[in-house]
């Protein structure tokens, strides 16, 4: 799920939350694998070039599938259009 919000002419913030599930006969313990909840701002210098600065709480299950790490992630990212 995902929500794009202009804020100005300029800037949008984007806000996400994906969860992510195994799923299969070969799945021995659950089937919930990570959630990921994502906020970042988007600055359009123009119609062919922006940037996004952002944050990511990634909860992902461990290889054991009875642990789970939290990881904080930070994210900027370059587009560029042809």
């Given at each position: 799920?995902?929500?794009?919000?202009?804020?100005?002419?300029r800037?949008?913030?984007?806000?996400?939350?994906?969860i992510?599930?195994?799923?299969?006969?070969?799945?021995?313990?659950?089937?919930?694998?990570?959630?990921?909840?994502?906020?970042?701002?988007?600055y359009?210098?123009?119609?062919?070039?922006?940037?996004?600065?952002?944050?990511?709480?990634?909860?992902?299950?461990?290889?054991?599938?009875?642990?789970y790490?939290?990881?904080?992630?930070?994210?900027?990212?370059?587009?560029?259009?042809?």
């Open positions: 799920m995902q929500l794009i919000w202009q804020v100005a002419s800037w949008t913030l984007k806000v996400a939350d994906e992510m599930v195994n799923w299969g006969r070969y799945v021995a313990r659950n089937t919930f694998d990570q959630n990921r909840i994502y906020v970042g701002l988007e359009a210098f123009s119609k062919q070039i922006r940037a996004e600065i952002g944050y990511m709480s990634l909860w992902q299950q461990s290889v054991s599938g009875d642990l790490y939290l990881r904080d992630v930070g994210r900027v990212s370059v587009y560029q259009r042809f």
